[in-house]
């Protein structure tokens, strides 16, 4: 017995192992350096030939003692190449060493599907992908072929029987999510090989970086929509309920457990195409507008066999009211479909990673925020005599900055932690006239402006009331940042002709238009808040 290489079209006929890994097993170097028959495991390998002698075949292909782990290359090359080997191969012998050949027939049908072969990420594409298939008991007494024990298999692994036949064909009529879900209940010792394990069945290739840990079924994913537009890739469920926003993507095969029925439409005239970039996954989707303003159903292009007039979708959460970012958020949605109105289609980005404001601080946009306050007409007398708090207010350059989010002696309004809003944050100010000619602005009769910005709409906003300063920090206190998006205000006295019309608005850094976005358009520069008192 010993290691022979071959290449491309000079290989010749082999049977290939597929087994479970045992204590001491043989390896390339024990092979090379004669030390093989001395390892517990190499009683497999010399039945396995046995087996191959049997069957007229003079070769046979064991992963444990014909790949070179100590070279690199070697490994990501066979494991790149692992499903088209087990398909070539003359025969598969599947060994089973937990299964004992003495159980009863009834027994050994029960016993057979709980097998731990039946439990590793590795032997899915080895039950799968060979031509011919059959089982070993642990002495190696022969159980049948994976034809005869089709229907059990299928019956506890919920892999479609059709796909059992040994036809490659019949397997690419399967979906995305149909083929994951086979692979939702297995495992492996590596996380990242419970990606790798299953690229051949999809027909991709990815270079292994051990050590990326579930990174590796993102990379999966993000290969095999690079070669197919099936949208049953977006049909899972979430089984991590500790992440309210998720992006488009699964974290595991077990998240497709349910999607044993998902398929895709087939439509040949026309497509949705999408693409990952580094803003999330690009996709001109058809959404449907729910009664919470920032929540759409977003419709995919598959079906459930199982009720195939219900439309099937996902919940989308629009990350800003303004933007076109999005998150996604609960599981695989069902819908009817009737008397729905969808929204004219649009490019919009699923991000792949999402730190919701809401829920993590993140976003730290109202740091930045400043307003440069600017008081002008014909009462342009009036000056800003208090603040609160008084900390925001840098008097000689007019300004409103945001507080110190880490001084803990800093005073607090009624409002939630501004923190879980975006960094929101808001400052009141009080106007008071040199002029004593107008009654109007008696002590009693002075204006607070409270200017503010609201991270949850990325806005910033403003009102203006009567008071005076022994109302300032009771009016901030009390005023809410949350929903306010007002880019304007006015105050007046009606009935009073003496009264002088006050009109507040905000502008953009450039002194002119407000833009939609706040975040887009910090450049460094304050806002503008101009004070018009006539």
Not at 93 to 107: P, R
Not at 245 to 258: D, W
Not at 266 to 274: D, E, F, M
Request: glycine share 6%; with cysteine; net charge negative.
């Amino acid at each position: 017995m010993q290691i022979l290489e071959f290449f491309g079209k000079d290989i010749p006929p082999y049977v290939i192992l597929s087994h479970t890994w045992g204590n001491d097993e043989v390896t390339f170097h024990d092979m090379r350096n004669g030390e093989a028959r001395s390892q517990q495991g190499f009683v497999k390998i010399e039945r396995c030939c046995e087996e191959a002698v049997k069957d007229g075949i003079g070769f046979a292909w064991i992963d444990t003692c014909c790949i070179d782990k100590a070279s690199s290359s070697e490994l990501s090359e066979a494991i790149n190449s692992m499903f088209q080997w087990y398909r070539h191969a003359e025969k598969c012998y599947a060994y089973l060493s937990d299964l004992s050949s003495q159980l009863s027939k009834e027994d050994i049908e029960k016993s057979l599907p709980s097998c731990r072969w039946f439990t590793r990420g590795w032997t899915l594409q080895e039950l799968i992908a060979p031509k011919e298939l059959i089982f070993f008991a642990q002495d190696w007494t022969p159980l049948g072929d994976r034809s005869h024990w089709a229907t059990i298999i299928s019956a506890a692994t919920f892999i479609h029987e059709a796909a059992l036949t040994g036809s490659v064909q019949k397997v690419e009529t399967f979906s995305v999510a149909q083929k994951f879900s086979w692979a939702s209940n297995r495992h492996t010792t590596r996380e990242e090989d419970m990606a790798y394990c299953l690229m051949g069945l999809f027909g991709v290739h990815m270079p292994l970086l051990y050590g990326e840990g579930s990174q590796a079924f993102i990379r999966l994913q993000e290969e095999i929509m690079k070669k197919s537009d099936d949208q049953t890739i977006f049909a899972w469920s979430q089984t991590d309920m500790d992440h309210q926003y998720r992006g488009l993507l699964a974290s595991t095969p077990g998240e497709f457990e349910q999607c044993t029925d998902i398929a895709p439409f087939r439509n040949w005239k026309s497509s949705q195409s999408y693409e990952n970039t580094n803003a999330g996954i690009r996709l001109t989707p058809s959404l449907l507008r729910t009664p919470n303003d920032t929540l759409f159903f977003m419709s995919l292009q598959c079906y459930d066999q199982r009720a195939p007039e219900r439309m099937l979708g996902i919940d989308l959460v629009k990350l800003s009211p303004t933007g076109d970012q999005y998150a996604r958020i609960n599981n695989l949605q069902y819908h009817m479909g009737i008397g729905c109105k969808f929204l004219e289609r649009q490019t919009i980005y699923v991000r792949n990673d999402v730190i919701h404001p809401e829920a993590h601080n993140f976003i730290e946009t109202g740091k930045f925020v400043r307003f440069h306050i600017s008081v002008t007409g014909q009462e342009s007398s009036h000056q800003i005599t208090h603040a609160w708090p008084p900390d925001q207010w840098d008097q000689h350059h007019q300004m409103l900055t945001p507080p110190n989010w880490f001084d803990a002696t800093r005073p607090k309004s009624n409002q939630p932690d501004p923190g879980l809003f975006n960094w929101s944050w808001h400052a009141a100010l009080l106007l008071s006239s040199s002029a004593t000619r107008d009654a109007f602005f008696s002590e009693d009769a002075k204006l607070i402006v409270v200017i503010g910005y609201n991270g949850r709409e990325d806005q910033c906003w403003c009102q203006v009331d009567f008071g005076s300063s022994e109302d300032l920090e009771d009016v901030w206190t009390k005023t809410p940042y949350s929903g306010v998006t007002k880019m304007s205000c006015s105050l007046g006295m009606d009935g009073n002709s003496r009264a002088p019309s006050v009109l507040i608005t905000l502008l953009g850094p450039d002194g002119a238009t407000y833009p939609e976005s706040v975040t887009s358009s910090l450049d460094g520069q304050p806002f503008v808040t101009l004070i018009q008192i006539d």
